[in-house]
Nanobody
């Protein structure tokens, strides 16, 4: 069983920055493959924001390329999302995920990010 604990959300002004963190407890590094972040805005489907493999390969959705940076600390089994140049359309609940080697995907409970114009 893997528990994911997210932190770092909140309110930011357009053009500002926030950093999200997601720590995985109950597992060890070698049992986790890809980690990443999804988001869900009101009335919209959940969408992938960014992901990172345990080898460090990254993927970003087009709308955040050049503004968001995903990274991970394998020793701490923690994934980060540095969000710069925030836009009101980035407002959403952000969900962390971790993919176990068994094929199970674990999710965090979600954290709210609100960007004011």
């Amino acid at each position: 069983q893997v528990q994911l604990v997210e932190s770092g959300g909140g309110l930011a002004q357009a053009g500002g920055s926030l950093r999200l963190s997601c720590a995985a407890a109950g597992s060890i590094f070698s049992s986790i493959n890809t980690m990443g972040w999804y988001r869900q805005a009101p009335g919209k489907q959940r969408e992938l924001v960014a992901s990172i493999s345990n080898g460090g390969s990254t993927h970003y959705t087009d709308s955040v390329k050049g503004r968001f940076t995903i990274s991970r600390d394998n020793a701490k089994i923690t994934v980060y999302l540095q969000m710069d140049s925030l836009k009101p359309e980035d407002t959403a609940v952000y969900y962390c995920h971790a993919d176990h080697i068994s094929g199970v995907r674990y999710w965090g409970r979600g954290i709210l990010v609100t960007v004011s114009s």
